[in-house]
């Protein structure tokens, strides 16, 4: 499987999350309180204007800087 940031994602991939790479501690608690956790399965449900993420039930849009360390293996 190979890692991969979740920008790389096209809309209606699925991948699951192996890792965050945040810029500072901030950025990464933000992230987790989302649910974006290593394990987790999300969808790309949106790639523009911003990146749009299923987690669950959960939707979030995130700009590239915040998407882009997210680390995932997609799903097949």
Do not use: H, W
């Not at 994602?9 to 987790?32: C, F, Q």
Request: charge should be negative; proline fraction near 3%.
């Amino acid at each position: 499987m190979i890692e991969q940031s979740v920008t790389t994602l096209k809309a209606g991939e699925k991948g699951k999350i192996v890792g965050i790479a945040a810029r500072d501690a901030a950025s990464l608690r933000k992230l987790t309180v989302f649910g974006l956790l290593p394990g987790m399965e999300l969808e790309m449900i949106q790639t523009f204007p911003a990146f749009v993420l299923e987690i669950g039930n959960t939707q979030l849009a995130l700009d590239y800087e915040a998407a882009s360390g997210i680390v995932v293996v997609k799903c097949m």
